[in-house]
């Protein structure tokens, strides 16, 4: 970490509370790996992230965690935030208030017009004077900002008359005030003679782990004169109590009172301070109140009374948000969003698409099914291939995609493993080991491409009219096909392409208008993907074009798609990845997906 970027802010020290709170909210502070994670997540969070995300293998999440995580005190971020000017003064140029005591050191600007033409610098030296040429001393110590320009002129007037005169202040003075009590650095300190009581406590560092701040004394002259409770500014903007400081003042800071976390469903998960009296109901407040998809009816407590016992219980709202808060509760405020509804009382949005009559998106009562998306789209138009229906579902895909991750693992170690135990005795044999390692590299990085698509196969037959009556779920997609007239064949065949369909065509038939399989073709690994996603092999008898499978005399139906793969000792990834059916059933690839393949 740059040393610019440490010197600018403090390192944040949380208590023994803080720990447990960040603990159940999954983030361990005292682990090291998790220090880490937010110290370079502190600088530059973007960098790291893109860079985890680069290392992180298939099917693996890097987990991310950044300093807006971690749950803090309330008013922790306000004293760490200790950007001062190079001379160590948080209080940047502002005009000084009326009610501001000159004091030695303070320099007073003095312009006059008229009789007398003068544009002055003085300081007020330690008798508490400034000196005019012609004028004299003028005593000005302790005369109020607001009523320094009449002091100057009645006393130029003594001397001249006809004149016009404005003052006003240059650099200030310092001032050493003292920061005692449960404070990250107690000490005296320098600071501004505009300086007051927040700018006194954050230059300081603020109350430490164990101390308060609502309790916050200033001391002058051995009496109390002020109280301060940080809360009063950090959540109503109320800064009536921050008092200006003056010389030798004291700040004093006491022990923490009662704490109580907030997490969940808040706009700002805290943990806060408690005064005597305060509820549930004023914790909330605290935290911001309810985030916008909260469970406004319930709140969850946890209090340290019931740990060893009942430990949690449920707070019904508004009835019981006047129950007292205790020290060491944890709040929960639940979400709406995150918890589903049964299906049973679910609304659905579902998409209908291709041939009907209005195609869209349609909102459906939670019961409706297929059908009920067909009827709600107009019905089918003439031209509507059901059996062809290409259903697909978000959670079928997430699931597939799990699965397909997986599966690319495994297949990838069983590749690496080959490599390693492979032998060459001659250059040749090295060659053609590096060529086929190359070669499994390239299918590996087009498989990564490759993304299953949710695709729910529909048990149709070839002349349905209708579709079976699945209850819907949200985000399910339905596109109706029109009628296609062609069947297509890929893979090692003469001539790979589309072909218009004859009435009563077989596969075989279908295989000769495509030259059918080339001499390295493997005729029994042949399969064919139907239009409504099944996929059905060959490998049972002989017969035909097809190298004596049952595929010879299949009936080629309306939107097929064949495939002859290579002969296994010509295609590294049919030597390790034997049944292409079994990959496009069990991830949901389609046509499309099985080309990316072998291009």
């Known amino acids: 970490m740059p040393s610019e970027f440490r010197g600018r802010k403090q390192k944040y020290v949380p208590g023994e509370f803080e720990l447990y709170v960040n603990k159940l909210n999954g983030i361990d502070l005292k682990d090291p790996g998790i220090l880490d994670l937010l110290k370079r997540s502190e600088f530059d969070a973007y960098e790291s992230t893109q860079r985890d995300q680069q290392q992180t293998p298939v099917g693996t999440t890097s987990r991310v965690i950044t300093s807006d995580m971690v749950i803090r005190r309330l008013g922790a971020d306000l004293m760490l935030d200790d950007q001062r000017s190079p001379n160590g003064e948080l209080d940047g140029p502002r005009q000084a208030p009326a009610d501001y005591l000159i004091g030695v050191g303070d320099e007073i600007q003095v312009t006059a017009w008229g009789s007398v033409d003068a544009d002055l610098r003085l300081t007020v030296d330690r008798a508490g004077r400034v000196t005019i040429p012609r004028v004299g001393p003028v005593l000005v110590a302790g005369v109020r900002y607001g009523d320094l320009n009449d002091v100057i002129r009645a006393r130029i007037a003594q001397s001249f008359k006809n004149f016009q005169v404005s003052t006003s202040l240059g650099k200030l003075r310092t001032i050493r005030i003292y920061v005692t009590g449960f404070t990250a650095k107690p000490g005296a300190y320098t600071v501004s003679s505009l300086a007051t009581i927040v700018s006194g406590l954050i230059r300081a560092g603020g109350p430490s782990a164990a101390g308060s701040f609502r309790q916050i004394e200033l001391r002058r002259n051995g009496q109390i004169v002020a109280t301060f409770d940080a809360y009063d500014l950090l959540l109503k903007g109320d800064k009536a109590s921050d008092r200006a400081l003056q010389p030798e003042d004291v700040l004093h800071i006491g022990p923490i009172g009662p704490q109580v976390a907030v997490l969940g469903s808040v706009n700002k998960q805290s943990i806060v301070e408690l005064k005597p009296g305060e509820t549930v109901d004023d914790v909330l407040a605290m935290a911001g109140g309810f985030s916008a998809v909260a469970d406004r009816s319930r709140v969850s407590i946890e209090q340290l009374s019931d740990r060893n016992d009942r430990r949690v219980r449920e707070l019904q709202l508004p009835s019981q948000q006047k129950t007292v808060a205790g020290n060491g509760d944890v709040i929960r405020a639940f979400s709406s969003v995150n918890a589903a509804l049964p299906l049973g009382k679910q609304f659905k949005r579902v998409t209908v698409e291709g041939e009907v009559s209005r195609p869209g998106e349609y909102v459906l009562p939670p019961t409706s099914t297929l059908q009920d998306a067909i009827a709600a789209a107009g019905g089918l138009t003439t031209q509507a291939y059901v059996y062809g229906t290409d259903f697909s579902r978000e959670s079928v895909r997430q699931s597939q995609q799990e699965n397909y991750d997986r599966a ?43 993304r299953p698509t949710g695709r729910v196969v529909l048990q149709l037959e070839p002349d349905a009219r209708a579709l079976p009556a699945l209850t819907v779920e949200d985000g399910d997609r339905l596109l109706v096909p029109a009628r296609p007239s062609t069947v297509g064949v890929f893979g090692s065949v003469f001539n790979a392409g589309s072909f218009l369909l004859q009435n009563s065509a077989t596969v075989d038939d279908v295989m000769k208008l495509a030259g059918g399989p080339t001499r390295g073709a493997d005729a029994r690994g042949a399969f064919v993907i139907r239009a409504n996603g099944t996929v059905v092999s060959a490998r049972q008898q002989s017969s035909g074009w097809l190298g004596g499978t049952s595929l010879a005399g299949l009936p080629a139906l309306p939107g097929d798609t064949v495939f002859v793969p290579e002969e296994m000792n010509k295609s590294t990834f049919v030597q390790d990845a034997k049944d292409w059916t079994q990959i496009l059933a069990n991830f949901g690839l389609g046509v499309a997906a099985l080309k990316t393949i072998k291009n």
């Not at 690319?408 to 001659?426: I, P, Y």
């Not at 250059?427 to 590299?441: K, M, S, V, W």
């Open 408 to 450: 690319l693992r495994d297949l990838e170690t069983e590749f690496t493993k080959n490599s390693s135990t492979q032998r060459a005795s001659t250059a040749d044999e090295a060659a053609g080991n590096a060529q086929r390692a190359a070669g499994t590299e390239r299918l590996v990085a087009r498989l990564r491409a490759v």
